[in-house]
Nanobody, 118 residues
Framework: QVQLVESGGGAVQAGGSLRLSCAAS????????MGWYRQAPGKQRELVAA???????NYADSVKGRFTISRDNSKNTVSLQMNSLKPEDTAVYYC????????????WGQGTQVTVSS
């Protein structure tokens, strides 16, 4: 019912910046929360940042002050501006959306690779 497609990943040097974007499409009526998760090899998938329909945000401690999440007025796209990137930010980044109908639905994007070199 909902498809999420990420873009903007790539390889950068430490201290550089990337901007990830995610576009939602399908037959949904609305999206309550959108966020970004990441997963590095051998590690658990972790929340990076999330934003509600009301604009409230939540960030992982490791990215606070460096990453900024935003969404457009249609509430079906979300972006993650990543500044001052560190090698430990290297991971596959996944877009997430909690949407309706039906209530309680959750969808995931296919992931986009971010690689940060020293």
């Amino acid at each position: 019912q909902v498809q999420l497609v990420e873009s903007g990943g790539g390889a950068v040097q430490a201290g550089g910046s990337l901007r990830l974007s995610c576009a939602a499409s399908g037959s949904f009526s609305g999206i309550e929360t959108m966020g970004w998760y990441r997963q590095a090899p051998g590690k658990q998938r972790e929340l990076v940042a999330a934003i509600t329909s009301g604009g409230s945000t939540n960030y992982a401690d490791s990215v606070k002050g460096r990453f900024t999440i935003s969404r457009d007025n249609s509430k079906n796209t979300v972006s993650l501006q990543m500044n001052s990137l560190k090698p430990e930010d290297t991971a596959v980044y996944y877009c997430n959306a909690d949407h309706f109908p039906p209530r309680g639905s959750r969808s995931w994007g296919q992931g986009t690779q971010v690689t940060v070199s020293s």
